[in-house]
Every structure is written in C-alpha cells, then in structure tokens.
C-alpha cells in the first residue's frame, strides 16, 4: 500500500522537476530563438571578396583554352539555361539521416523516391549511373521532355578516377584515433562519390556534353523536400549571380582560423555539397583545383567528404590555393544546405503565381 503522504510529495517532487524542465527549455527554446535571429542578421561579407579572372590561364591550359573558345563560338547559339549534371551509384545503405542513432538511414528505396523530382525539373540533364534500373527510371520519367532535354550515360564505377582512391582513402580512414563519422571518415566508397561530383562535372564540359551558358551540380536528394507536387519547374540562375564565380549555399560563416586537420576532427563545413553552379570555363577551373586539394589532403593523410575539402582548400594556410572564388547564398540559419536551389525554385514559384493570379483576374474582369 502507498503512503499518501509519499505519493503527494513525489508527486510535488516531479511537479518541480517538470516545472524546472519546462523552463529550461522555454529558456532554451528562446536562446535559440535569439541564436538564430541574431545569425540572420549577419552580414555576407564573404561576397564581398573581388572575382578572380582567369583569362590568363586560357594559354597555359589547352583544355580549358578549347572549351573557352567553344563558348566563344558557340554561346549565342546556346540557350541562357542550366544544364544540370547529377549521378547515382549504389552504395547499399548509409548511415544518414538517422535521429538518434534510429531510422533506416538513407536507402536506395529512399534515393529513388528523392530522384522522382528529376522527372518536373525542365533543365537540360545530364545522368551518370552504374545501375540499369536507375537508367530505365530517369528514361521513363523524362521521356515528357524529349529525347533532346535528357542525356543518360551508364558506367562503371571504377572507370572514374574518384573511385580510384577508394585503396588510399581506407588507409587514411584506417589510422589510429582517425575521427569516425559515419559515412563521412569510415565508408572511402561514400568519399570517393564526393569527390566524383567534380570529376563528372568536368567531364561534361570537357567532352561537350551540354548546350547552355551554365552548367550545374544537382544531388539526388537536394528537392527532397518537393517530391510530393506535381508541377514542372526550372532551375535557373540565382539573383545576382556573379559569372566568374561559384555558386554555392552557405552553411556556417567562413572560418580563416581552422587548420585542415580540425576542420575533419570537428567534422566542420562551411558551404553545402549539393549543388554548386557556374560558367563552364570557371566550373572547370574550379573542378581542377578542388581534385588537386584531394590529391594534397590524401598525401597529408587526411580525407572527409566534398564539404571538408571545399572549407580546407580556402583557408588561407593550405599550399593548394583556388584559382576561382566562390559566391554563397544563405541566411545564417545554421540549416542551409540545399539555401541556392530552393531559392532558387521559390522565385520561380513567385512569378507563377502572379501569373496566375494575374489569369484569374483577367478572366474575372473580361
């Protein structure tokens, strides 16, 4: 039998804990709050750094003085379009997304559903894939658009230099007391598809396999968050876009002060990887110099994934230094990571619907 005196006093006991919880995370939630909105009051000031030319390296490099005469004759017959560059190779199962250590992570089945999207974005696109159900599925769901609008290139994997690193980026990922964060530090295939983004990009352009002004990176999963509508939309150029620059969403303030070592211990990133977006001429520059700084970090016997390197190749003590700048969109929400293409969708979504508002008026008056 429970004494009732000791029944109401615990119940007093955990009344006062509740209370104490309660307000601690009013207190928390309102420095949050605070956190946020002072973060979104900051200043860009990375922008304001001057675009570097890279002019001079067109009689230095052969590659890059090709695909710049290229645009030369051949941009006023090219479209003001994006065309899009993405890829998929299975990895089987990762370890992301999961809260608290629960959930089935990110899937194949889940990479699929992200990908759907694909099938509304009216951009000219470019696949890369080792798997012929992916191959089907992108012919299947951008048949709408026209043979011409879709490239879809099935290849090995192990084709790709990236994936070339897999050997030398386990043996980094295998040192003692190396950090551990999974995928980032402890799956080297998971890395090497990182890098691989740079490396299909600059294929494309190399190998002519696009027709616009601008090409861009897109993730599988960066409109994850859309694949519920059913309407078609474009992604084109960000406001203020700066042509010889990197477009990317900013995730953190820049820090000059990390070494390259703490960068990857803290796991730190200061753009988000999925999506960058440029001129073909930068992007390839770019491309070069970020596949130079991977070469540079395994020999230093460090190695994470894109984000880790793109922070480490831009502080100003690392040897490999980028010849081409980037330009981030962001609000200093600490949640950015897909910022650039969603604002990017959301102009688009604006226009839209003064369009229509201004049909249902127009129907209204007449």
């Known amino acids: 039998m429970v004494c009732p005196r000791k029944l109401e006093s615990n119940n007093r006991k955990s009344a006062g804990i509740t209370n104490i919880i309660n307000s601690v995370a009013k207190t928390s939630s309102s420095t949050t709050m605070k956190f946020d909105a002072n973060l979104r009051l900051q200043i860009n000031r990375w922008n304001e750094r001057p675009s570097k030319?890279?002019?001079?390296?067109?009689?230095?490099?052969?590659?890059?003085?090709?695909?710049?005469?290229?645009?030369?004759?051949?941009?006023?017959?090219?479209?003001?379009?994006?065309?899009?560059?993405?890829?998929?190779?299975?990895?089987?199962?990762?370890?992301?997304?999961?809260?608290?250590?629960?959930?089935?992570?990110?899937?194949?089945?889940k990479y699929k559903r992200w990908m759907s999207v694909f099938g509304r974005l009216d951009n000219p696109l470019v696949v890369f894939t080792d798997s012929h159900d992916i191959a089907d599925m992108f012919y299947e769901m951008r048949a709408h658009f026209g043979d011409e609008r879709t490239?879809?290139?099935?290849?090995?994997?192990?084709?790709?230099?990236?994936?070339?690193?897999?050997?030398?980026?386990?043996?980094?990922?295998?040192?003692?007391?190396?950090?551990?964060?999974?995928?980032?530090?402890?799956?080297?295939?998971?890395?090497?598809?990182?890098?691989?983004?740079?490396?299909?990009?600059?294929?494309?352009?190399?190998?002519?396999?696009?027709?616009?002004?601008?090409?861009?990176?897109?993730?599988?999963?960066?409109?994850?968050?859309?694949?519920?509508?059913?309407?078609?939309?474009?992604?084109?150029?960000?406001?203020?876009?700066?042509?010889?620059?990197?477009?990317?969403?900013?995730?953190?303030?820049?820090?000059?002060?990390?070494?390259?070592?703490?960068?990857?211990?803290?796991?730190?990133?200061?753009?988000?990887?999925?999506?960058?977006?440029?001129?073909?001429?930068?992007?390839?520059?770019?491309?070069?110099?970020?596949?130079?700084?991977?070469?540079?970090?395994?020999?230093?016997?460090?190695?994470?994934?894109?984000?880790?390197?793109?922070?480490i190749m831009y502080q100003p003590i690392f040897p490999v230094k980028p010849r081409v700048e980037i330009q981030t969109y962001t609000t200093f929400s600490t949640d950015d990571w897909f910022y650039l293409g969603y604002s990017i969708k959301e102009s688009w979504d604006y226009h839209l619907r003064k369009a229509v508002s201004m049909l249902k008026f127009l129907q209204y008056i007449l």
């Open 53 to 109: 030319k890279i002019d001079h390296l067109y009689s230095s490099d052969p590659v890059l003085k090709a695909i710049h005469e290229r645009m030369l004759t051949k941009s006023k017959f090219m479209t003001s379009e994006v065309t899009l560059v993405t890829a998929y190779f299975n990895l089987g199962k990762l370890n992301k997304g999961r809260k608290f250590g629960i959930g089935p992570g990110y899937t194949p089945e």
């Open 151 to 311: 490239r879809i290139i099935k290849m090995n994997r192990t084709d790709l230099y990236s994936f070339s690193l897999a050997p030398r980026i386990k043996e980094v990922f295998s040192q003692p007391g190396y950090p551990a964060y999974d995928p980032n530090t402890v799956n080297e295939n998971y890395s090497c598809v990182m890098h691989a983004k740079f490396e299909l990009v600059a294929k494309v352009i190399k190998e002519e396999l696009f027709n616009t002004r601008y090409v861009s990176w897109l993730d599988i999963g960066l409109f994850r968050a859309v694949v519920d509508e059913q309407y078609i939309f474009p992604v084109r150029l960000p406001h203020g876009f700066d042509p010889d620059k990197v477009s990317y969403s900013g995730q953190t303030v820049f820090d000059s002060s990390l070494s390259p070592y703490q960068i990857i211990v803290e796991d730190k990133a200061w753009v988000g990887g999925a999506m960058f977006l440029g001129r073909p001429e930068v992007l390839y520059v770019y491309t070069q110099d970020y596949l130079r700084a991977v070469e540079k970090l395994l020999d230093e016997g460090m190695m994470s994934t894109d984000q880790q390197v793109i922070y």
